[in-house]
């Protein structure tokens, strides 16, 4: 049977930032969630590049990606909002509507009520 387990050594300088914060998290990790550095390693590289890889096929797809995530928080909040306000906006345009009567409007001419022209200022027709 072929051995399928490859060694390598990583060596960090903690004289650099970048590196010094990797062995740091290496040192720090929840041992619940990470079982190994092995594990851990490979999470990050798998993950470092198929995002390196997928950007270099689509330099804007993080970008949409991101912005369709920022619009579907601006959306769900708005529909939170609304599931919250309308029954209590429809309830007070409902009970607004049953309080008032009916009113007429005068402004439409009907044969009780007709007028001749006589008020309207007919001035702005010239002569």
Do not use: C, H
Not at 31 to 41: C, H, L, M
Not at 95 to 102: D, I, L, S
Request: aromatic share 12%; charged share 30%.
């Amino acid at each position: 049977m072929q051995n399928n387990i490859r060694n390598t050594n990583l060596r960090f300088n903690l004289g650099k930032e970048q590196q010094r914060r990797a062995w740091e998290y290496l040192q720090t990790m929840d041992r619940q969630d990470f079982k190994s550095y092995s594990q851990v390693i490979s999470l990050a590289l798998v993950d470092y590049f198929d995002r390196y890889y997928r950007t270099q096929a689509d330099p804007y797809l993080e970008t949409r990606e991101r912005e369709e995530l920022f619009v579907k928080q601006i959306v769900d909040a708005v529909e939170n909002s609304l599931k919250q306000a309308l029954p209590l906006f429809l309830s007070g345009l409902t009970a607004g509507m049953v309080q008032r009567e009916p009113q007429i409007r005068a402004s439409f001419p009907t044969p009780e009520n007709s007028q001749p022209d006589s008020d309207v200022d007919w001035d702005f027709l010239g002569e």
